[in-house]
């Protein structure tokens, strides 16, 4: 096992095969935290959102362990890896199932629906605590 969890070489992200942002190198250490920082529209969700599988990457290769990200299969990647968009999640207005169901984000399709056994799951999640 590497100390590299996360390899980013010449990544370009966007949409539609066209790039809106990079490219990127980056290397991510276990343990370590990382902050993106930049304006509006510079690119921080889209490169947030390819490196959770959820846009293709335009150009470059992202590693995740030593794997090529396309390899990964999603129960592997939400293991290791969960992105939480402030945009869509307002803790203060959330019901307290609301906020159990984030967990099974990583788990759903690409625009984050929930199914019945997800629904099954959040519901038998709550009972274990008591909520």
């Known amino acids: 096992m ?10 370009s992200v966007g949409y539609d095969g066209h790039a809106v942002a990079g490219p ?12 993106l920082i930049g304006p509006n529209g510079a ?17 470059g290769t992202v590693l995740l362990d030593g794997t090529d990200l396309g390899a990964v299969r999603p ?9 939480v968009f402030s945009d869509a999640l307002r803790p203060d207005q959330m019901t307290c ?19 019945a056994d997800d629904e099954r799951i959040v519901d038998a999640a709550m009972e274990q605590v008591h909520v």
Request: hydrophobic fraction near 40%; proline fraction near 3%.
């Open 97 to 115: 199932r609301e906020a159990v169901a984030v967990g099974r984000y990583p788990y759903t399709g690409r625009f984050g629906r929930l199914s």
């Open 24 to 35: 990127f190198d980056l290397t991510i250490r276990r343990g370590e935290v990382l902050s």
């Open 2 to 11: 590497t100390n590299e969890l996360l390899r980013v070489s010449d990544l």
């Open 75 to 83: 129960s592997e990647l939400a293991r290791q890896m969960a992105v």
């Open 43 to 59: 690119g921080k969700t889209t490169l947030l959102r390819t490196l959770a599988k959820q846009l293709a990457p335009v150009a």
